[in-house]
């Protein structure tokens, strides 16, 4: 099992910034993906972006050029750096890490955070 403990979500302006941070219960190069889906009021939740082990990254097209995703993988945690936010981002921001476990690939998730952009 894989824990998963998010924190940096809140309340913000249009065009501003937060920083969301995942910290792993084991080493992030046990982890095939950690990254972070987001889920709006009435929506599907949609994945917003992922880091491999290898370093891999990718981007939901409504993100890119205004989120980044970075580790530190001697703490085992990865950040979501969100700027230039717009309403539409409203959401609440689940991270995520898919892991092997026996033969299976199995997904597990935090607490989830509530990112909220408004003037």
């Known amino acids: 099992q894989v824990q998963l403990v998010e924190s940096g979500g809140g309340l913000v302006q249009p065009g501003g910034s937060l920083r969301l941070s995942c910290a792993a219960s084991?080493?992030?190069?046990?982890?095939?993906?950690m990254g972070w889906y987001r889920q709006a009021p009435g929506n599907e939740r949609e994945l917003v972006a992922r880091i491999s082990s290898g370093g891999m990254k990718y981007f939901q097209d409504s993100v890119k050029g205004r989120f980044t995703i970075s580790r530190d993988t001697t703490i085992n945690t990865v950040y979501l750096q969100m700027n230039s936010l717009k309403p539409e981002d409203t959401a609440v921001y689940y991270c995520?890490?898919?892991?092997?476990?026996?033969?299976?690939?199995?997904?597990?998730w935090g607490q989830g955070t509530q990112v909220t952009v408004s003037s």
């Open positions: 995520y890490a898919d892991r092997s476990v026996g033969s299976e690939i199995k997904q597990f």
């Open positions: 084991e080493s992030l190069f046990n982890i095939y993906f």
